[in-house]
T-cell receptor, first 114, second 116 residues
């Protein structure tokens, strides 16, 4: 079985400041890792994913995440946030042994203030 | 290209009533998923269709929930009778699997269900 823990439910940050949204996971098998973003009144949108290879993954809108297998973490970072990054962010995993069931964390609300 | 659409966007019903949620996936997507998010908690998997067949329904809470995907196009999720704890946001997602690749799931905006 898998589980995902997003360590912060809310993260307030000023515009142009850096941000890190933390995600830890637990799994008895190897997994693929994902970050999704949900803007108000919209569906979830894929930001980035880690399947294999380089542990630093770059996504859309200037976001990146680093997979750390020993710490079972997949933290999301952006060096300089904009007001438009205000949204809810979800970390998710899926076993890479086949199957399509995705396990999500509880989400982190990012508030970017002017 | 149209994205995943869900109807209705909101539904408020009384305990014991029936509600049917609809999802229209992206055209050509064989995979269709239902998820639910209750009260700001994690998004939980409900079930997965491949075309019209249920591939995995391990996340369905109980037999008050019935999902169908006749003809392998749109899907419906019926809750009958609804209970208070069924309140939440129901998301639908679709994807197309390409050989040797990990599919990207495209999500709809969700249906917010409130059971009073």
């Amino acid at each position: 079985a898998q589980s995902v823990t997003q360590l912060d439910s809310q993260v307030p940050v000023f515009e142009e400041a850096p941000v890190e949204l933390r995600c830890n996971y637990s799994s008895s098998v190897s997994v693929y890792l994902f970050w999704y973003v949900q803007y108000p009144n919209q569906g979830l949108q894929l930001l980035l994913k880690y399947l294999s290879g380089s542990t630093l993954v770059k996504g859309i809108n200037g976001f990146e995440a680093e997979f750390n297998k020993s710490q079972t973490s997949f933290h999301l970072r952006k060096p300089s946030v904009h007001i438009s990054d205000t949204a809810e962010y979800f970390c998710a995993v899926r076993p890479n042994t086949g199957g399509f069931k995705t396990i999500f964390g509880a989400g982190t609300r990012l508030f970017v203030k002017a | 290209e149209a994205g995943v659409t869900q109807f209705p966007s909101h539904s408020v019903i009384e305990k014991g009533q029936t509600v049917t949620l609809r999802c229209d996936p992206i055209s050509g997507h064989d995979n269709l998923y239902w998820y639910r998010r209750v009260m700001g908690k994690e998004i939980k998997f409900l079930l997965h269709f491949v075309k019209e067949s249920k591939q995995d329904e391990s996340g369905m809470p109980n037999n008050r929930f019935l999902a169908e995907r006749t003809g392998g196009t749109y899907s419906t999720l019926k809750v009958q009778p609804a209970e208070l704890e069924d309140s939440g946001v129901y998301f639908c997602a679709s994807s197309q699997v390409l050989a040797g690749a990990v599919d990207t799931q495209y999500f709809g905006p969700g249906t917010r269900l409130t059971v009073l």
